[in-house]
């Protein structure tokens, strides 16, 4: 019979608590009931084998169940803890609870590696070289400027030169080329008549072209018209060629007293002529070319302008007119 107990205490021992247990609150690590029995019963009649056995088995069964009875306590606790909320506040709702917020700590910071520090140099260098060739395009730049300017000065100094060096040559030209200037003469051989002559006053032959006159009449130079007008007469044509060389003359128009009633049709134009209440004016146009130059190249040009004076016995015949008739190109 003891021997039978000592064995169900022992299979009692292997069988985990909630079998055995199921119900029983966290307490001391062996049950009250199985305790006391199991204690009195084997101990007077088993021997020390068994008791060794028994009391193992009961130190296993109470770690077991102390084990699985925390999580039960803790049940417990908040149940209790929910059930006495009303009497810890005050009998009314207790104001709800803010949610606490847990929040990990911060990483630590990466370890800076050699990858880095090299990609970090690089940058620098690369903003370094950035920066200096920036400046060094900037002061490019503003070398280029000042070279601009100075260029430009140079070039408008060298325009200016051009210009005073054109002009200087067109000078010297224009006092090498002939220059046909128109005086008055008289007759020694005719009383009172006169010749228009053309006299080349410049330092190189001149090849007369052609010449052209006209004959007016009017009361002083103010009525004359504004300029002449020889466009609908034509040059005369030379039967030769005329070529005048530096200083030498030659005449183009004769005027004698006794043409003056031929211009005068009327004795009422001729008394007005004689009582100096009309004049009678001969103006004209000497064309004549460069001989040192290009052939047809340039055409230069002489206009004149005489007054007739009329006396009584002695006549004269004036350079007169306005600026417009005496004029050279």
Known sequence: MLRRCAVLLALLA???????????????????????????????????AARQAIGGAANKSATTAA?????AAANDASQAGAGNSDTDCGGGPCPTQQPIVVTSPA??????????????GALLVLAVLGYSGIMLALRTLKR???????GAATAQAALDASDAALAQCQAIHEAQRPWILISIESFLTMENSFKVMATNKGNTPARIVGTVDLVGVAPDETHLPETPVFEDEKPGALLEPVILLPGESLGIRRFSRSEVKQICKTREELERIELWEDKIFIFGRVSYRDMLEVPDKKLYLTDWCCRYIHGEKDSALVVSGPPQYNKHT
């Open 14 to 48: 292997l069988v985990p608590a909630p079998v055995w247990a199921t119900g029983q609150a966290a307490g001391p690590a062996t049950s009250p009931a199985a305790g006391p029995t199991a204690g009195p019963t084997a101990g007077p009649a088993a021997g020390p």
């Open 67 to 71: 084990l699985q009875a925390k999580p």
């Open 107 to 120: 990483p630590p910071p990466a370890p800076w590696t050699w990858h880095d520090r090299v990609l970090w």
């Open 144 to 150: 280029i400027e000042r070279h601009v300017e100075v």
